[in-house]
């Protein structure tokens, strides 16, 4: 079997597969709960399975999403902390919807010193939040890809904005479950 290194990927594959995560969970709708995906090169998975030949084309796409179980109830820091990656997992992606404040209600939450509780509950009250869902992506050499959906209302389009340090902290927790 070819191995591929995570050097070796194409730099537009990780935000390529951001968006095709996204893309991916949109079609269930809104109101879903996190989901993780390991990221593997796409023609190791054909090696393993040649049966997929007709679906998958890694020069088209070098990296394959892989849905994984659903994550545990509990605090997704501590979801995050308990995963450990084979080496065959080159990256991995976790879609999360979250509400996003503008900057005023922000700067608000960090003056006030909220807990976790209140935070969220000052959040899901204020009037100006926007709703949206998260998709972020890393690989084993640290790169990163995060893609950010702004559920669209009557009055406000649906948004889509990509940058790879709209969630450094979730980056930084995806990351540390590729340690050895």
Same mark, same amino acid.
């Given at each position: 079997?070819?191995?591929?290194?995570?050097?070796?990927?194409?730099?537009?594959?990780?935000?390529?597969?951001?968006?095709?995560?996204?893309?991916?969970?949109?079609?269930?709708?809104?109101?879903?709960?996190?989901?993780?995906?390991?990221?593997?090169?796409?023609?190791?998975?054909?090696?393993?399975?040649?049966?997929?030949?007709?679906?998958?084309?890694?020069?088209?796409?070098?990296?394959?999403?892989?849905?994984?179980?659903?994550?545990?109830?509990?605090?997704?820091?501590?979801?995050?902390?308990?995963?450990?990656?084979?080496?065959?997992?080159? $990256?991995?992606?976790?879609?999360? /919807?979250? #509400? %996003?404040?503008? &900057? !005023?209600?922000?700067?608000? *939450? +960090?003056?006030?010193? =909220?807990?976790?509780?209140?935070?969220?509950?000052?959040?899901?009250?204020?009037?100006?939040?926007?709703?949206?869902?998260?998709?972020?992506?890393?690989?084993?050499?640290?790169?990163?890809?995060?893609?950010?959906?702004?559920? $669209?209302?009557?009055?406000?389009? /649906?948004? #889509? %904005?990509?940058? &790879? !340090?709209?969630?450094?902290? *979730? +980056?930084?927790?995806? =990351?540390?479950?590729?340690?050895?």
């Amino acid at each position: 079997m070819a191995r591929v290194s995570a050097e070796e990927m194409p730099p537009v594959a990780l935000p390529a597969v951001a968006r095709e995560v996204d893309e991916f969970v949109s079609a269930a709708g809104w109101n879903q709960p996190p989901q993780l995906f390991a990221l593997v090169p796409t023609a190791q998975l054909l090696a393993q399975q040649p049966e997929l030949a007709g679906q998958l084309d890694p020069e088209a796409s070098p990296l394959t999403p892989i849905a994984q179980d659903e994550l545990p109830d509990s605090e997704l820091d501590r979801a995050l902390a308990g995963i450990v990656w084979p080496e065959a997992v080159h $990256g991995c992606a976790l879609a999360q /919807e979250i #509400v %996003v404040l503008p &900057p !005023e209600a922000e700067a608000r *939450l +960090t003056e006030e010193d =909220l807990d976790d509780d209140a935070a969220r509950r000052f959040a899901a009250e204020h009037p100006d939040r926007r709703e949206a869902r998260l998709v972020a992506a890393v690989l084993r050499d640290g790169s990163a890809a995060c893609v950010l959906r702004l559920r $669209g209302t009557v009055e406000v389009p /649906e948004e #889509v %904005v990509e940058h &790879p !340090e709209l969630a450094p902290n *979730l +980056t930084n927790a995806l =990351l540390e479950t590729l340690k050895p």
